[in-house]
């Protein structure tokens, strides 16, 4: 029924009486018709501010809410055991050495961190090399922080970012032919025993990053035959989409490439259909989480992830220059920062993304309550 049907209906049969309570009703309907008619279009499912006039019945609109257990921090981990640099395109994020890696994560985890994805910086001369054998160095920073984290910090949920692009010396994600282009087989091979290295070491999560194709497939079997699939999460940066948003990033981590790009393997940006091929051979490739990114601008691949592998959690990694942007805009006042965080890092979670990649993760820490 109509609202303005059921307010004539309502006064036709209140004019059937005559007592005074029948005319006060009366009179409150015409009130109540009068006062509202501009904002009613006719139908009564228009009235919507009342499902959210309470702040915490505006909580309960949110099909998910942002809690402390969603945020995944990024960590940039330098082979200067006692560096700890600021990065000057990631505004109030360092590269520390290990030795300065549980001073500064010490009261974060006490503020409810709880989960870290770990880069490792190699900055030494010569620890480059064009099969990045730096990566998997059980003396490198990445096997020794996983190692102490997990020492130090039982409860710390310990993902590493696996690739090797910040070891090679051409700067690119695996091994090259003589032509330059990337050689997808022996990269396969050398991410998948990276990967394992640090599954060895006590990663709870490998996330291989390089969008080699088939990288999923290998990393799963190496893990099922050394036994130790059922107790780490792999995590496909399935959806990566090439871009400048990465420019922080690669600063922080020296991991610019020496020539060429990386678009013949992450993503066009209007790739969506390609989007979606990567995160179904993925998931088919035995994935456990479908990573999407960059995220904001991304959030229709987001929703397809989640549609796509609805069974899946999905993560979105608000990369380095979301995270640059919104500070250089508040710096500039343009708007407030912990708000754009919350809206920027909501419209992910509205997207779809239950797990947020984030350099907010130590302001979120202040921010919320849970
Ligand atoms: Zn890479």
Redesign the pocket.
């Known amino acids: 029924m109509s609202f303005s049907s059921l307010v004539s209906d309502l006064t036709y049969r209140n004019s059937d009486r005559d007592d005074l309570r029948s005319q006060i009703s009366r009179g409150r309907s015409y009130a109540s018709t009068a006062a509202t008619s501009v904002s009613i279009s006719g139908d009564i499912s228009s009235q919507l501010h009342g499902g959210y006039s309470h702040p915490l019945a505006r909580s309960w609109q949110a099909e998910r809410q942002l809690t402390k257990s969603m945020l995944i921090y990024p960590l940039f981990i330098s082979d200067q055991p006692d560096e700890e640099s600021l990065i000057p395109s990631l505004p109030g994020q360092y590269r520390f050495g290990l030795n300065r890696l549980v001073d500064f994560l010490t009261p974060l985890v006490a503020k409810g961190l709880k989960s870290v994805i770990l880069f490792g910086v190699p900055i030494a001369p010569g620890a480059k090399d064009a099969l990045g054998t730096a990566a998997d160095d059980p003396q490198g920073p990445v096997i020794q922080s996983i190692r102490l984290l997990r020492r130090t910090f039982p409860d710390l949920f310990i993902v590493a970012d696996v ?4 070891y090679t010396s051409h700067g ?2 695996g091994i090259l032919r003589d032509d330059g282009s990337l050689n997808n087989s022996l990269s396969v091979d050398r991410i998948s025993d990276v990967a394992m290295a640090y599954a060895d070491a006590g990663a709870h999560c490998v996330a291989p ?2 969008m080699n194709d088939g990288r999923i497939r290998a990393i799963k079997l190496k893990l099922i035959e050394a036994g130790i699939a059922h107790q780490v999460v792999l995590m496909s940066y399935a959806a990566k989409f090439s871009g400048c948003l990465y420019g922080p990033f690669r600063d922080a981590a020296g ?1 610019s490439p020496s020539f060429g790009d ?1 678009r013949c393997y992450q993503l066009p940006p209007g790739g969506r259909g390609l989007a979606r091929r990567a995160i179904v051979r993925d998931i088919n490739e035995g994935a456990d989480v479908i990573m999407v990114k960059p995220a904001s601008q991304y959030l229709d691949i987001i929703s397809d992830a989640k549609e796509l592998g609805k069974d899946l959690p999905v993560a979105a990694y608000q990369v380095s220059g979301e995270y640059a942007m919104i500070h250089a805009a508040a710096k500039a006042g343009v708007f407030d920062l912990k708000a754009m965080a919350f809206e920027s890092t909501e419209g992910i979670l509205r997207a779809g993304a239950t797990i947020v990649i984030s350099y907010f993760t130590p302001e979120f820490l202040d921010w919320l309550s849970n």
Not at 163 to 166: F, S, V
């Open positions: 690739c090797l692009c910040e690119h994600c990053s390089d991991s990386r």
